[in-house]
């Protein structure tokens, strides 16, 4: 696990010995994510620069290190993440004659590179990887994002000076670029919380999206492909649907997760795993324990507060399963004193607030080994959200009324105010009453409005703020996947749609965004094997009533009841939470109140300031819960204070 960075600067408007300073300086801020060694590779007569920063795992040694040289010479590489079947595809290198230095993954890459075919090698790889590589005979650079967008990668081509970096904080140290805030971005920001691939908050600076390859030559523009598509593999998975009993079905998966795991557990350096005690994460840490002669390393973290506290069920699965287990309570004032560290972290807007247990059980795991297995992707492959079920009965519900019947109830709905919904809701026992009524009832307005068949009651479930472009001045959001004419065609199963819709918005560009970042932020290296390429195809097979139709993620409870008694793990889903919204109105008023000053607002221009401190006076008054869209202009204020003051 790593970090690279590099300057391609194609016009040779800066000295070699320039382009190597940059980099150097770039790669420079990126130590966190290898602390252990540096390295710059330069081709002085291209005007090129590739550096990295190495956090060692697998070949301790200095046969490891990168950047790194093809023994043909011809390719150089500069490359963040694991490969999981590296020793097979060196078993096939080596009998064309080619010879290993050591048992470092980058040597398969870039010896398979030279006898296959950057492409070709890159679709034989099991793992996840941000990979630069440099052809120096034919002088192309190619930048590789793995298939789910686990491990980030960032680009730019301002007049010709190709920059890229594993974080955007490396492309700000290279001084020939002054970043400008894009406010499309920052609106689409304001809606999901986070800044979706392709899309970066600055103007001209791009997100690689995952399973892609950009290649760009001495001359013309960058060309970028998918060697993966998620698209493809749900066709075909939809198309050869498993004909199996839900045993057999849960034998094979036992299986498939077992190899991915197992896989995954090849390290140099000591290992573990975070445990939450739910599902993903238990299935994680049981197949580990199967396949391990010791205990394994488990670490929580818990909170005081009614209903965020999950560590007593993790320890109970600990427990059973033998690990050696790690858990520390953390208190408000330590969760809340991480708020500073956050934008530096972050390096754009991102308002999800399980940031902040994310970066907690980081530093805790940390203190104890260098790398960590975890659950993230169950939700999203095996249907474990809520928002599945809510959004199919809406589905079903108004996919049978007329669009203009729809667009009635959609006005009288949004007629009345959240906080007026909220005092209605009051005379719904409290039993049956949806928690944050108000909030809800204003979404049902919005879920009315939206095409049944397309991403719109997605986009409607999964918004911050409904119409962004009411907050942010100039902003208007860019088209993306959520946007597509032909996702019911793809995907005719709604929750399937959903689940689609999730893995190539919300898990790369939220979820693997915030394990990356936080993790790496403690030179923590975090793997996912939920999200082996074989098991995302897998699951694609599975016919919808076998992976969430009822929300309870029913193949993967079956494959952890093998190894944990159903009692330690049925009980309802908790999330990774803490309680922003009591902290908003309580110990964080004082930094919310500074932050969404009506004045500042107004004289920063950015965003207009009605709505935004209507919602903060409402939110204080315990009239309405609107934590979730306040979260995200509080990020983006922090944000701007520490990257554009």
């Known amino acids: 696990m790593c970090g690279l960075a590099g300057i391609w600067d194609r016009r040779r408007k800066n000295a070699p010995e320039a382009v190597s300073a940059m980099v150097e ?12 060694d540096g390295g710059i590779f330069a081709e002085a007569g291209d005007f090129f620069a590739l550096g990295h920063r190495r956090l060692s795992i697998v070949e301790l040694s200095t046969a490891g290190a990168q950047p790194m040289i093809s023994s043909c010479g011809r390719f150089a590489i500069s490359y963040n993440g694991e490969i999981y079947n590296a020793a097979e595809l060196r078993l096939e290198l080596e009998a064309t004659g080619r010879r290993f230095r050591g048992h470092c993954d980058t040597e398969v890459i870039v010896e398979g590179a030279s006898v296959w075919g950057v492409e070709a090698t890159i679709r034989r790889l099991i793992g996840m990887f941000a990979i630069a590589l440099w052809d120096r005979r034919e002088r192309v650079l190619y930048l590789v994002r793995d298939r789910l967008g686990i491990k980030p990668l960032y680009w730019s081509n301002f007049e010709d000076r190709v920059i890229f970096g594993s974080e955007l904080k490396a492309l700000r140290a290279e001084p020939g670029w002054t970043p400008t805030l894009d ?3 920052l609106a689409v920001y304001l809606r999901l919380g986070y800044v979706p691939a ?57 299986a498939l997760l077992r190899d991915a795991v197992g896989r995954r557990m090849v ?27 010791r205990p394994v ?16 069920h993790a320890a109970q699965v600990a427990r059973h399963l033998g690990t050696d287990h790690t858990e520390l309570y953390i208190s408000s004032d330590h969760a809340v004193s991480l708020l500073p560290q956050l934008a530096g972290i972050y390096d754009e807007p991102f308002a999800d607030s399980s940031q902040i247990p994310t970066l907690l059980v980081s530093e805790l795991t940390r203190r104890h080994v260098t790398v960590a297995l975890s659950g993230d992707g169950g939700d999203e492959l095996f249907g474990g959200y809520s928002r599945y079920l809510h959004g199919r009965a809406l589905w079903r519900l108004i996919r049978r009324v ?20 909220s005092t209605l809701g009051a005379v719904i026992p409290e039993s049956i009453r949806p928690a944050r009524f108000g909030t809800k009832m204003r979404k049902l307005a919005e879920v009315l409005s939206a095409e049944p068949e397309t991403g719109a009651i997605y986009r409607q479930l999964m918004s911050h703020w409904a119409h962004p472009e009411d907050a942010v001045n100039g902003g208007i959001e860019p088209a993306g996947p959520l946007d597509s ?11 399937e749609r959903m689940q689609y819709l999730d893995t190539v918005s919300y898990l790369p560009d939220d979820i693997l965004t ?4 936080a993790s790496m932020a403690v030179s923590l290296e975090a793997r996912v094997p939920l999200l082996d390429h074989r098991v995302v195809a897998f699951s694609w097979t599975l016919p919808s009533a076998m992976k969430g139709a009822d929300g309870r993620k029913r193949l993967l409870r079956g494959v952890l009841s093998r190894y944990v008694p159903r009692e330690l793990i049925e009980r309802p889903k908790m999330g990774f939470s803490v309680p922003i919204h009591d902290w908003l109105s309580g110990r964080l008023r004082p930094w919310g109140d500074l932050l969404l000053d009506e004045r500042r607002l107004r004289v920063e221009g950015i965003f207009r300031p009605e709505p935004i401190v209507k919602r903060w006076r409402e939110h204080l008054a315990g009239s309405h819960d609107w934590h979730d869209s306040l979260w995200a202009v509080l990020m983006f204020q922090a944000w701007k204070d520490r990257w554009m003051p």
């Open 198 to 254: 392709p899309y970066t908050i600055y103007r001209g600076v791009h997100k690689l999206p995952p399973g892609n390859i950009f290649t760009i030559r001495q001359y013309g523009a960058p060309e970028i492909a998918p060697f993966w598509s998620l698209a493809d593999v749900a066709r075909s998975g939809q198309s050869a649907r498993l004909g199996v009993s839900e045993e057999e079905a849960i034998s094979r998966l036992d």
């Open 183 to 185: 406010l499309d971005s």
């Open 514 to 517: 915030k394990v990356d970042r």
């Open 267 to 293: 390290s140099d350096v000591p290992l573990g795993a975070f445990l939450s005690g739910g599902i993903d994460s238990s299935t994680v840490v049981a197949l580990m324990q199967a396949q391990s002669l």
């Open 297 to 312: 390393r488990t670490f929580s973290i818990g909170f005081r507060e009614p209903g965020f506290d999950e560590a007593p």
């Open 402 to 421: 007329p669009q203009p019947v729809r667009g009635l109830a959609a006005t009288g709905l949004r007629a009345i105010s959240p906080s007026a919904w």
């Open 25 to 36: 300086a770039m790669t420079e801020t990126l130590r966190h994510r290898g602390p252990d």
């Open 485 to 495: 004419n032909y996702l019911a065609e793809l995907v005719p199963d709604f929750i």
